[in-house]
């Protein structure tokens, strides 16, 4: 492969609809989309991707049905016991990025805590987007001084290649600074379908963009 992205950005988006196709509950799609984010993490390792930033759960997603939110704050928490031993392992470096406001003390001691264990490892930065927005990024940085320097994680580089799964052509608040020259890929692919073999079709197509970034080549 020619280009491989620096960072990676993931709307994971479809889990619900997934779910409905299969006369399921929402929450079987959330489950489902786990398993394919951890596919991608293993597939984006063997790429040599050094930045991964995943939306787990919007600043607009307070708006969902209450016991659907409560299921995704308990359903992270788990997973982050779950998972960060096997990330640990594999040299990944877990960051929370978004609001810490109206996100339960449980949650975010498990986040503190996987943060803290895995603080020391440099293959990998996988940025979990948590109760993050980019309006809200982009206004708390304002109130500080300069954008750039006052991002949640300004050491990461921008966006190279942003994914979008289930057929949604939108940016939905996401990486809204970052993501100013970013790579768009849509796929119709529902994100508890997508894979290491559909990240590897999107960093393909990544690889024949030209990128110019106001310029000529
Ligand atoms: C994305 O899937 C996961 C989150 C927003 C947490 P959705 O839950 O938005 O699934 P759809 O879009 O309703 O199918
Ligand atoms: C974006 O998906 C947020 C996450 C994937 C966490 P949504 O399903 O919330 O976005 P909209 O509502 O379709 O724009
Ligand atoms: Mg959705």
């Given at each position: 492969?020619?280009?491989?992205?620096?960072?990676?950005?993931?709307?994971?988006?479809?889990n619900g609809r997934w779910a409905q196709?299969?006369?399921?509950?929402?929450?079987?799609?959330?489950?489902?989309?786990?398993?394919?984010?951890?596919?991608?993490?293993?597939?984006?390792?063997?790429?040599?991707?050094?930045?991964?930033?995943?939306?787990?759960?919007?600043?607009?997603n307070w708006a969902r049905p209450e016991?659907?939110?409560?299921?995704?704050?308990?359903?992270?928490?788990?997973?982050?016991?779950?998972?960060?031993?096997?990330?640990?392992?594999?040299?990944?470096?877990?960051?929370?990025?978004?609001?810490?406001?109206?996100?339960?003390?449980?949650?975010?001691?498990?986040?503190?805590?996987?943060?803290?264990?895995?603080?020391?490892?440099?293959?990998?930065?996988?940025?979990?987007?948590?109760?993050?927005?980019?309006?809200?990024?982009?206004?708390?940085?304002?109130?500080?001084?300069?954008?750039?320097?006052?991002?949640?994680?300004?050491?990461?580089?921008?966006?190279?290649?942003?994914?979008?799964?289930?057929?949604?052509?939108?940016?939905?608040?996401?990486?809204?600074?970052?993501?100013?020259?970013?790579?768009?890929?849509?796929?119709?692919?529902?994100?508890?379908?997508?894979?290491?073999?559909?990240?590897?079709?999107?960093?393909?197509?990544?690889?024949?963009?030209?990128?110019?970034?106001?310029?000529?080549?």
């Amino acid at each position: 492969m020619s280009q491989i992205p620096r960072h990676i950005a993931l709307i994971m988006d479809g889990n619900g609809r997934w779910a409905q196709e299969r006369g399921l509950e929402r929450t079987k799609g959330h489950e489902a989309g786990e398993r394919a984010l951890w596919d991608v993490v293993l597939a984006s390792l063997n790429l040599g991707i050094r930045y991964l930033s995943a939306f787990a759960f919007s600043t607009e997603n307070w708006a969902r049905p209450e016991p659907e939110v409560e299921f995704l704050l308990g359903f992270n928490r788990d997973l982050l016991r779950q998972r960060r031993d096997g990330l640990n392992e594999r040299g990944v470096r877990i960051r929370r990025i978004g609001r810490r406001e109206n996100v339960p003390d449980d949650l975010l001691q498990e986040f503190d805590r996987a943060e803290e264990l895995t603080a020391g490892n440099d293959r990998m930065d996988l940025l979990v987007c948590f109760n993050y927005g980019g309006r809200a990024e982009l206004e708390d940085a304002a109130k500080t001084g300069s954008i750039p320097d006052n991002l949640y994680a300004p050491d990461v580089p921008d966006v190279d290649l942003l994914i979008r799964t289930s057929g949604e052509k939108r940016i939905s608040n996401f990486l809204l600074w970052q993501s100013a020259y970013a790579e768009l890929y849509f796929t119709e692919t529902l994100w508890p379908d997508f894979g290491a073999e559909a990240l590897e079709e999107a960093v393909e197509d990544y690889g024949r963009r030209q990128r110019r970034f106001g310029g000529l080549t």
